[in-house]
């Protein structure tokens, strides 16, 4: 057996050759099917990416089926600290199942998170994360602006402190005006906000789009692909280009 640690520090141990996965989060699911997709045997059904992964589903990131994850008797689940709930991950734990779990709360700490992951997992580090590593060592240096970036509807949530997506999206000159908020993801008055600019509007988790949200802000929206603001993975090496040109 392997000793290592996640972004939680516990220390996780693996066969010294993994052969079994179950993810339970969609980014960490593409993450190692860009690597070993042969290592996956379950995900959730949100896992999308790759579009051709052929494995057994075990229901969603909030409600996996725990039983079914067992039958699959995985080497190790991988999880998110944010993604997944903590009973659930202890669940797995107490049957003797080793559960990997991320945390990252900026683009850096995505980026060493997947190093440390799929070293410990797979073997290996996939030469898109170097690739995604000089896409965002660069500085930003353009125009700054203020955004709202909401989440969900009904009710209104959006972005607050300390997210991945709020890091990301400061390094591209977009600043979240309510990042200081003692909430990671607030609920909000829409006629009640701080001064901003622009308003982003992923198309996840809430599905998003010209006709769903902006309607509802006085100020320019925009549209954005969710997947390339949330998820840490291979769509980093395109994120940022990609998110640039969809804000402009």
Known sequence: MNSARDDL???VELPSEVRRVVS???SLTESI???RADLIVGATDWCTHPANLDVIRVRGTKNPDLERIRELLPDVVVANAEENRAVDLDALRSTGIAVWTTAPATV????DSLERMLSAIVGDVPPWLPDARAVWSA???GMRRRAVIPIWRRPWMVLGRDTFAGDLLS???IDN???ESTERYPRIDVDALPEY???????EPYPFSPDDGPEEFAKPARCVSGRHLTWYGPSLVEARELLSGQLA
């Open 108 to 111: 850096p700490d995505a980026l």
């Open 33 to 35: 099917a860009s690597t």
């Open 197 to 203: 600019d622009v308003v982003v509007l992923p198309d």
């Open 177 to 179: 005006v309510l990042r």
């Open 139 to 141: 500085p930003y240096e």
């Open 9 to 11: 520090g516990n220390v």
């Open 171 to 173: 390094r591209i000159g």
């Open 24 to 26: 339970i989060v969609p």
